[in-house]
């Protein structure tokens, strides 16, 4: 996602066909909130399919970059047996999650899955939030 | 861009959990536009905090890509030292001396150029912009295939 007023990342950037895999089982990705905003659901983006081993996808809120020191759960999702390419799976936390500029969403992917590639996927909807009363924003001189 | 009604970027793509530092000082970093709109800030995320080295971070606007040939100014953010890892740093955009909005067509680029100072730091850009409603048919930014 990217924009405010905008609700999920509809089409990412482009890449080379060859590097459009994404990442495999048994992978950490982070993704930066470059803004506040309010988080729905998450999951992810299934490239290649899974075996007949299903898989565990757990998301974390970190509120400090690399670090997992008052990191906080969003969801925990279960990617099912033989989930084909192309579809995504998803989960909604109990309740909106409440995300703050400068934090990172943590998707860690358990070594399940086979020969599953993934990508991270996300619903959120920005907050109408000021920079200049906003403690995560520094103005420059 | 991709997202018309859209604002900031909200949350970046992802990346794997070792790859996310982003840039150390001393670099340039260019972001396309593909979507004529109107720039009202721009800053750094920072991802490793400055020791006591502040910083520059100098933003043009590239008309022609990968050439400074008529670029402008857009801004001069100051990075405070000791500036801690999750916050962003950012200022609104500048034409000469008027805090106004720079109109970004599309095939500009916007250029970000640390300056060797910072420390240890590590940054992203970041942007604040609205898509201008503007069609493809009559911009000379766009042309349309046979």
């Not at chain 1, 983006?45 to 974390?60: P, W």
């Not at chain 1, 999650?97 to 590639?117: C, H, I, S």
Request: glycine letters at 6%.
């Amino acid at each position: 996602m990217a924009y405010t007023d905008s609700k999920v990342l509809a089409i990412r950037e482009g890449e080379e066909d060859a590097a459009t895999l994404g990442f495999v089982r048994n992978k950490t990705v982070v993704c930066e909130v470059m803004h506040p905003c309010d988080l729905y659901a998450v999951g992810a983006l299934v490239r290649v399919a899974l075996t007949s081993e299903a898989a565990t996808l757990v998301v974390t809120r970190r509120v400090t970059p690399y670090s997992d020191t008052d990191a906080t759960a969003v969801a925990s999702l279960t990617i099912p047996t033989l989930t084909v390419a192309g579809k995504i799976v998803w989960k909604a936390p109990t309740a909106p999650v409440k995300l703050n500029a400068g934090d990172e969403l943590k998707f860690v992917w358990a070594n399940t899955g086979g020969a599953v590639y993934w990508k991270p996927w996300f619903e959120a909807y920005p907050r109408p939030e000021t920079k200049d009363n906003n403690s995560d924003f520094i103005k420059s001189a | 861009m991709a997202y018309t009604d859209s604002k900031v970027q909200c949350i970046r793509e992802g990346e794997e959990d070792a790859a996310t530092l982003g840039f150390a000082k001393n670099k340039t970093v260019v972001l396309e536009v593909m979507h004529p709109c109107d720039l009202y800030a721009v800053g750094a995320l920072i991802r490793v905090a400055l020791d006591t080295d502040a910083a520059v971070l100098t933003v043009t606007r590239n008309i022609l890509p990968r050439s400074a040939v008529g670029a402008t100014a857009v801004a001069i953010v100051t990075i405070p030292t000791l500036t801690p890892a999750g916050k962003i740093v950012y200022k609104k955009c500048h034409i000469l001396t008027v805090e106004a909005p720079v109109k970004l067509n599309a095939g500009d680029e916007l250029k970000f150029v640390f300056a060797d100072n910072g420390g240890g730091v590590y940054w992203k850009p970041w942007f604040e912009a609205y898509p201008r409603p503007e069609t493809m048919d009559n911009n000379s930014d766009f042309i349309k295939s046979a």
